[in-house]
């Protein structure tokens, strides 16, 4: 079945320091692929999401590539900041009418001033 | 504005009560879905609901039960049969077929005492 797996956290940064979080999946279609954030106590927003290879997702700094040739969505911000503190969450969801989306476990982002 | 709204934020259970969770969303979606979270790990789908009166298992539906009566209305009850109901747990929606990523409730933190 479809999964995914995102780098273990948790990551702790600078502040202005670049970010990469590591996403890969497994899927025996051509899902979309997405990014999520998690603040204290709150429930998901999408961040960004592709939905097709070579696709890239942006938002609010924050970029990513869907990448086929290595089942790779890599999550990347090139200055973070302490507002930016957070989990993110990979996910994937097959095309069609009955997907269902599946989450990576989340990587804990803290950014220090 | 539209959103999902998800009541109560706090809910404390006595073993052996059963126990509903709300979710009401007023952006007519045709899917909602729930999600619990522990800490440090993803999501894991319960439940979920492509359409009014249909509704699918997820990975761990065991102890839990839902109902779809309404298109804006999604309620996840946790019985008593649930061995480790104490959890955070989320209630999303989708737009039709089209792939655009779910909106989340901000969540319902559910205790056991």
């Known amino acids: 079945g479809n999964s995914v797996t995102q780098m273990e956290g948790p990551v702790t940064l600078s502040e202005e320091a670049f970010l990469t979080i590591n996403c890969t999946y497994t899927a025996t279609g051509y899902p979309s692929l997405f990014w999520y954030v998690q603040y204290p106590g709150e429930g998901l927003q999408l961040l960004l999401k592709?939905?097709?290879?070579?696709d890239k997702g942006s938002n609010k700094g924050f970029e990513a590539t869907y990448r086929k040739e290595t089942t790779s969505f890599h999550l990347e911000k090139g200055s973070v900041q302490v507002s930016d503190s957070a989990v993110y969450f990979c996910?994937?969801?097959?095309?069609?009418?009955?997907?269902?989306?599946?989450f990576g476990a989340g990587t804990r982002l803290t950014v220090k001033p | 504005d539209g959103g999902i709204t998800q009541s109560p934020k706090y809910l404390f259970r006595k073993e052996g009560q059963n126990v509903t969770l709300s979710c009401e969303q007023n952006l007519n979606h045709d899917a909602m879905y729930w999600y619990r979270q522990d800490p440090g790990q993803g999501l894991r789908l319960i439940y979920y609901s492509q359409i009014v009166n249909d509704f699918q298992k997820g990975d761990i539906a065991e102890g839990y039960s839902v109902s779809r009566e309404k298109k804006e209305s999604f309620p996840l009850t946790v019985t008593s049969a649930q061995k480790n109901p104490t959890a955070f747990y989320l209630c999303a929606s989708k737009r039709g077929l089209v792939n655009y990523g779910y909106t989340f409730g901000s969540g319902t933190r559910l205790t056991v005492v």
């Open positions: 592709a939905t097709k290879a070579d």
């Open positions: 996910a994937l969801s097959d095309e069609g009418p009955n997907n269902d989306m599946r």
